[in-house]
């Protein structure tokens, strides 16, 4: 009994050590981390004064301005994308829809509920939004798609200080090269609109108010539509929707002319074709059997307008011949399933109907490994585009050509097989 007791006591006391051992662990490591974190903060500190105050200075922020926005402010390190001094990221931190799966993008019930409401804000702001389609020549379902994608009509608000996330964006985020002037952008918008800091309201990447917009957009293309002297991108629709017209129409878009329509593509017809680099007039595409999806007339089907094939999923998804204003959509976000889902939406707010085709479910596949095939196939003598780990029209027509040259089933779209195949 005394020995059980014994063991006991013993068994106790280690445990009481073990977990006092654990806590000290954990208390050194939380010490540590903030000791590293206040040693990045006065890096910080010491970039905006000696790197940051310097080129804002040269571009006319006063100092008042500068200290007002900057002096006691800290990083923000919930932000996601950081990479803090010393340290590096993983090639599969970005698992976006977009990226694996295309169909994920196209959400029916999102879409449903963006066309309601949008349709019934059309009536709302008629008045508005016929001036500013007759000033910029940009359809008000264009319009109006892009306000409900961005912050659904105005109603999902931002909720961070922009110059607190530029600020921790250009100091060490992943992408610092891209943050650092819009970083000094905002503080010119402080500067000239004279809007207080927390007025500049963002997403975590910075974009700004109901069209999110980042801080150089702002400043070339925020238009004060109602009148009132200031350029409100976060309280005024008038001005919101405006600012939208007026970069679409600075970036080249073309009035009387549809963004593109759905379309079916023969098997004769190789998805290697897709892409920007290779339009062809509207007449050629439908010499080569190609035809609305709905079995109604292509516009401009004898025309020599220049048209081009889209198509986002390969051969896994809906075909589209897209027209210039599609790749002015891609000015306002770079993705083409986002233009796309722009360009869809307008069409569902005049009355259209949900794709043809069908999107074919496929695996979702790591950025890294899509990284890798990029790799592989840029070394075989394929254009890839941008090695990025993500699927563009390049990458799309790089797998096209390798699938044909090595006589398998032409799909333009990544699975995990084939990114085994490809070595």
């Known amino acids: 009994m005394l020995i059980r007791y014994v063991c006991c006591v013993f068994a106790i006391l280690l445990a009481i050590g073990s977990c006092t051992l654990v806590a000290a662990e954990r208390s050194l490591a939380q010490a540590q981390r903030s000791a590293s974190r206040q040693q990045v903060e006065d890096q910080f500190r010491e970039w905006l004064a000696g790197t940051v105050w310097p080129d804002a200075q040269k571009q006319g922020i006063s100092r008042k301005t500068f200290d007002r926005a900057l002096a006691r402010l800290t990083l923000d390190w919930n932000l996601p994308e950081l990479q803090p001094p010393g340290q590096t990221t993983s090639r599969n931190d970005q698992q976006q829809a977009e990226f694996q799966n295309p169909g994920l993008y196209f959400s029916e019930g999102q879409l449903t509920s963006l066309a309601t409401a949008g349709g019934n804000l059309l009536k709302q702001w008629g008045s508005a939004l016929t001036m500013i389609e007759q000033r910029y020549g940009v359809p008000r379902e264009i319009i109006v798609a892009i306000w409900g994608r961005e912050s659904y009509f105005g109603r999902v608000r931002p909720k961070h200080q922009a110059v607190r996330v530029l600020a921790t964006q250009a100091f060490m985020g992943r992408r610092r090269t891209l943050y650092y002037p819009e970083l000094l952008a905002a503080l010119l918008i402080l500067e000239q609109d004279q809007w207080p800091e927390e007025t500049l309201l963002s997403s975590w990447a910075g974009a700004m108010g109901q069209p999110q917009l980042l801080p150089s957009k702002f400043l070339r293309y925020a238009i004060d539509a109602d009148g009132d002297g200031q350029r409100d991108i976060w309280r005024s629709v008038p001005d919101s929707l405006a600012s ?55 516009p401009d089907e004898s025309s020599d307008a220049t048209a081009f094939l889209l198509m986002p999923a390969g051969r896994l998804g809906p075909a589209f011949l897209a027209s210039e204003n599609f790749y002015v959509l891609k000015h306002y976000n770079e993705s083409d399933l986002y233009a796309l889902f722009i360009g869809h939406l307008a069409d569902r707010l005049r009355g259209g109907s949900s794709f043809q085709a069908a999107w074919v479910p496929t695996n979702p596949l790591r950025r890294g490994d899509i990284w890798a095939m990029q790799e592989r196939l840029q070394s075989q003598g394929h254009d890839v585009g941008k090695v990025d780990g993500l699927t563009g029209f390049a990458t799309r027509t790089a797998i096209g050509q390798w699938q044909m040259r090595n006589h398998r089933a032409e799909t333009c779209f990544p699975d995990a097989s084939l990114i085994s195949m490809i070595r």
């Not at 897709?274 to 050629?284: A, D, I, L, S, W």
């Open 244 to 298: 939208i017209a007026h970069y679409l129409h600075e970036h080249g878009w073309k009035q009387g002319r549809s963004w593109g329509v759905e379309v079916r593509v023969p098997a004769s017809v190789s998805c290697t074709l897709e892409g920007p680099r290779q339009g062809k007039p509207v007449r050629e595409w439908t010499q080569l059997g190609l035809a609305r999806a709905d079995q109604t007339s292509l």
